[in-house]
């Protein structure tokens, strides 16, 4: 999968959890989660901390694309989500973990 395939899935999952941002609460309640977290890193030192933050994120949707399926993936509904970044040698590497969920709607 090329980086231009990753970033368009990252936005179009970002799309989706702006969009999933207006349910009502019981609506978000009707969730399937998976049992455990999954975790994702940048594999490359960045710039930018957010360049980081934006490469952990879209690995994390590959890795869980790949795992799960296309319903998994989506980061406005995943539950209990880390983001750790750290500065190493001036440059930016993060790691993002989250319970990967699907809606029942």
């Known amino acids: 999968m ?3 395939e990753s ?5 179009v999952t970002i799309v989706c959890a702006a ?3 207006i349910f009502t609460a019981a609506q978000s309640l009707a969730l399937d989660c998976k049992p455990s ?3 994702a890193k940048s594999t490359q030192q960045h710039k930018t ?8 994120k879209t690995n994390w949707v ?9 319903n998994w993936h989506n980061l406005g509904i995943s539950q209990g989500q ?3 970044c750290e500065p190493i040698r ?4 993060c790691t993002f973990t989250s319970i990967p969920c699907r809606s029942h709607s």
Request: aromatic fraction near 8%; charge should be positive.
């Open 90 to 93: 001036g440059r930016w590497s």
């Open 49 to 56: 901390k957010a360049a980081a933050e934006d490469e952990a």
């Open 82 to 84: 880390n983001l750790a």
């Open 37 to 39: 977290a999954v975790t």
């Open 62 to 70: 590959d890795k869980v694309w790949k795992a799960y399926g296309p």
């Open 19 to 21: 969009s999933l941002s």
């Open 2 to 4: 090329s980086v231009l």
């Open 7 to 11: 970033r368009c899935r990252l936005a």
